[in-house]
Every structure is written in C-alpha cells, then in structure tokens.
C-alpha cells in the first residue's frame, strides 16, 4: 500500500558524508513513524535511526552523533544525513515506515565506506 524508494547510496572514504532520501507515496502524517536499517552480508538487519510521528529520534549508540534522521512531509521524504563515515558504516540501506501493524520496506541503497 505505501511505496518507499531510497536514493543517495555510493562510494565514500572513511570520514566523508552521504545523504539518503526515501521518498514515500503517501503522507507522512499517515504513519506512526518511519526508520533507517541496514544490513552487511551475512548479518542480521540493525536499525540504525527512526523518527516517530510527533517528531522525537531515536538512534543506536553506534551511530549517535554521526547520524540524523530528518523528513520533510511537503515532499512526502524521509533523510538520513550520514557523517564521519567509517568501514564498518558499509552495508544496504533501508527505508522503513509503520503504520498499526503494517510495516512497508524500499528496495534498499547500497553505501560503501572504503579507502
């Protein structure tokens, strides 16, 4: 029913910054929140950031400090903006969103952190 395409995924060297936008189909004030996860080959997928409806954020200790979650409900898009990048930031991104018990996924978006 809700549609979520990543972008902004690339190449980077230890200490640079990326961007991710994940565009929705629908409203944002539609769902009870919205996160980032990602995944390297052969581990678990790990939440990275979420924002919930009212606006507050969540982050792992892992990556509190280096990443933030934004949207913009005008354009309907979900950000994670990414600094101090390291090598162990490398995996798929995921865009996620819930809403009651549904949960919608995009395809992913591929950040490599690399010298």
């Known amino acids: 029913q809700v549609q979520l395409v990543e972008s902004g995924g690339g190449l980077v060297q230890p200490g640079g910054s990326l961007r991710l936008s994940c565009a929705g189909s629908r409203s944002l004030f539609s769902l009870d929140g919205m996160g980032w996860y990602r995944q390297a080959p052969g581990n678990q997928r790990e939440l990275v950031a979420r924002i919930f409806s009212g606006g507050s954020t969540n982050y792992p200790d892992s990556v509190k400090g280096r990443f933030t979650i934004s949207r913009d409900t005008a354009k309907n898009t979900l950000y994670l903006q990414m600094d101090s990048l390291k090598p162990e930031d490398t995996a798929v991104y995921y865009c996620?969103?819930?809403?009651?018990?549904?949960?919608?996924w995009g395809q992913g978006t591929q950040v490599t952190v690399s010298s």
């Open positions: 996620n969103a819930w809403f009651g018990s549904y949960n919608y």
